[in-house]
C-alpha cells in the first residue's frame, strides 16, 4: 500500500519570497508522483509530475519539485511566489501498474497563503 | 475540449431526500473517479471505474450512496436518503490510462448542503 504525507498543513509566505511544500511518501513498489493545485472554488488541477528520468521537474507557473528516492520526499519549490498562488497544494502518488487501472493516493493538502 | 462537466454545481436540499449528481467526462478517458471534499476529512475516493465497470467502491460511505457508469460518456452518484454529514462539495475526475502514470482530470465540483 502507498501513503504520502504533508507535513504542513498551512504556509504563510509574503510575496516574492521563496517557498518550499513538504512532502514524504511510503511504498513497497515504484510509484509515480504527483503535485496538484486546487485555487478556491475550482477542481484539482495538475502543477507537475515525476515518471522516470530526471529527478528535477519543471512544472507550471515556475514551481519545480525534486524526486529523493533516499529520502522518498518529494518537496514543492518556488523561487519567488505571487498572490495568485494562493491555493491549497495536494501531493500525490500512484503505484506504477501493469493493470490498466490504478488509482491515486493524494495527501491531506498544504494551504498556502500569501502575503502582500 | 469542454473537460469534465458536473451537475448540478450547486445542490440544497433537506434530509432524507435524494441526491442525484451527474457527471461527464472528457471524450476519450476510461477511468472516472468520485471524490468528497470536507474541511474534517480532506479529499476521500469514494469510488472508480474503469471501461465503466466499477473497481474499488470500498471508499463509499454506506449504503446510501451507489454510483452508475451506464456508458462511456455519463455517471451519477446517487445518496439516498441524504443526511447532513453529506454535505461537502463531490468531484468527479477522469484520466486515460497509462498504467499509473495518467493525469487526472478534475471537473468542478457540486456543493451539496443538507439542511
Known amino acids: 500500500a502507498q501513503s504520502v504525507t504533508q507535513l504542513d498543513s498551512q504556509v504563510p509566505v509574503f510575496e516574492e519570497a521563496p517557498v518550499e511544500l513538504r512532502c514524504n511518501y511510503s511504498s513497497s513498489v515504484s510509484v509515480y508522483l504527483f503535485w496538484y493545485v486546487q485555487y478556491p472554488n475550482q477542481g484539482l488541477q495538475l502543477l507537475l509530475k515525476y515518471l522516470s528520468g530526471s529527478t528535477l521537474v519543471k512544472g507550471i507557473n515556475g514551481f519545480e519539485a525534486e524526486f529523493n528516492k533516499s529520502q522518498t520526499s518529494f518537496h514543492l519549490r518556488k523561487p519567488s511566489v505571487h498572490i495568485s498562488d494562493t491555493a491549497e497544494y495536494f501531493c500525490?502518488?500512484?503505484?506504477?501498474?501493469?493493470?490498466?487501472?490504478?488509482?491515486?493516493?493524494f495527501g491531506s493538502g498544504t494551504r498556502l497563503s500569501i502575503r502582500p | 475540449d469542454a473537460g469534465v462537466i458536473q451537475s448540478p454545481r450547486h445542490e440544497v436540499t433537506e434530509m432524507g431526500q435524494e441526491v442525484t449528481l451527474r457527471c461527464k467526462p472528457i471524450?476519450?478517458?476510461?477511468?472516472l473517479f468520485w471524490y468528497r471534499q470536507t474541511m474534517m476529512r480532506g479529499l476521500e475516493l469514494l469510488i472508480y471505474f474503469n471501461n465503466n465497470v466499477p473497481i474499488d467502491d470500498s471508499g463509499m460511505p454506506e449504503d446510501r450512496f451507489s454510483a452508475k457508469m451506464p456508458n462511456a460518456s455519463f455517471s451519477t452518484l446517487k445518496i439516498q436518503p441524504s443526511e447532513p454529514r453529506d454535505s461537502a462539495v463531490y468531484f468527479c475526475?477522469?484520466?486515460?490510462?497509462?498504467?499509473?502514470?495518467?493525469?487526472?482530470?478534475f471537473g468542478p465540483g457540486t456543493r451539496l448542503l443538507v439542511l
Open positions: 500525490a502518488v500512484s503505484p506504477q501498474s501493469y493493470s490498466s487501472a490504478s488509482k491515486i493516493i
Open positions: 475526475a477522469s484520466s486515460l490510462d497509462s498504467q499509473g502514470a495518467e493525469t487526472q482530470y
Open positions: 471524450s476519450g478517458h476510461n477511468s
